[in-house]
């Protein structure tokens, strides 16, 4: 693995270390400081500038009040200064709720974006999009 490839597989691993413990800074020191930023969270329409974006996250972290990610199938590739990283989010999750309860887990493939900048990679654009279980043939 090069350096690049193990970089960036620790900057992606740090975003959803910082979601799942609902740390709002560390959230904000993945994210690049240009406007150009970019989300799409699952089900969400598209999300642009740092701003909008950290609050989108906010939001999210706020009525979580439990999510834990298992990354499978993730590829990262580099080129330049730019990198992708595909996976899959395996979620385990809880809403904020009377009981406390956890939901069902849920399955989103994901695109992350990174930048290389003079403090590292940041995160330039998130794509996540819902796997819709297959409809069950009765027969």
Request: negative net charge; glycine residues 6%; contains cysteine.
């Amino acid at each position: 693995m090069s350096d690049d490839v193990a970089a960036v597989a620790a900057a992606n691993a740090e975003l959803y270390a910082a979601f799942e413990a609902g740390d709002v800074d560390r959230m904000e020191a993945i994210w690049d400081d240009s406007d150009d930023v970019q989300c799409i969270h699952p089900g969400w329409q598209l999300v642009r500038g740092r701003s909008r974006v950290l609050r989108s996250w906010s939001v999210i972290m706020a009525n979580t009040s439990y999510i834990q990610f298992f990354l499978t199938d993730e590829q990262i590739f580099v080129d330049g200064d730019v990198a992708v990283v595909t996976c899959e989010e395996n979620i385990l999750t809880a809403v904020t709720d009377a009981e406390g309860g956890l939901s069902p887990s849920a399955k989103v493939v994901s695109t992350n974006v990174f930048r290389r900048r003079p403090d590292g990679w940041r995160l330039w654009v998130h794509h996540g999009s819902p796997v819709l279980s297959p409809v069950e043939d009765p027969a």
